[in-house]
């Protein structure tokens, strides 16, 4: 059996490191970018099967991110953007670009694995 893909975006690099631990610990296979430029090299030549990004990333936000996959791509692959700028308007511009869910930092690890399976599930 093929362990599930995720991409996952984050220039910070503890959390970054965290993540990617707790995501391959919990039986998925992490590709780490860490800015918008490096998203956009991994998505030319490899599709995941869900994307986890940050929403404040140098060269190319999470906001970006979305409407890249969604508009550019074509793409249905599910997003969840994580971000300490959980304010509504962001949230908002997140979901209206296509995003699948939306969680505020700090990251709570054990609710990120259910919500990420819950939407490698539904695809």
């Given at each position: 059996?093929?362990?599930?893909?995720?991409?996952?975006?984050?220039?910070?690099?503890?959390?970054?490191?965290?993540?990617?631990?707790?995501?391959?610990?919990?039986?998925?296979?992490?590709?780490?970018?860490?800015?918008?430029?490096?998203?956009?090299?991994?998505?030319?030549?490899?599709?995941?099967?869900?994307?986890?990004?940050?929403?404040?990333?140098?060269?190319?936000?999470?906001?970006?991110?979305?409407?890249?996959?969604?508009?550019?791509?074509?793409?249905?692959?599910?997003?969840?953007?994580?971000?300490?700028?959980?304010?509504?308007?962001?949230?908002l511009s997140a979901f209206e670009l296509g995003a699948n869910d939306f969680i505020s930092k700090p990251v709570n690890i054990s609710e990120l694995l259910i919500r990420v399976g819950r939407e490698i599930?539904?695809?």
């Amino acid at each position: 059996m093929t362990k599930n893909r995720i991409l996952l975006a984050e220039d910070d690099e503890l959390l970054a490191s965290l993540l990617t631990y707790r995501l391959e610990k919990g039986g998925y296979e992490v590709s780490l970018v860490h800015d918008g430029k490096q998203v956009k090299e991994y998505l030319g030549s490899h599709m995941p099967d869900i994307i986890v990004s940050d929403i404040m990333m140098p060269y190319f936000s999470g906001i970006e991110l979305i409407d890249f996959v969604r508009n550019e791509l074509g793409s249905a692959i599910p997003i969840i953007i994580i971000s300490s700028a959980g304010n509504e308007e962001n949230v908002l511009s997140a979901f209206e670009l296509g995003a699948n869910d939306f969680i505020s930092k700090p990251v709570n690890i054990s609710e990120l694995l259910i919500r990420v399976g819950r939407e490698i599930k539904l695809v």
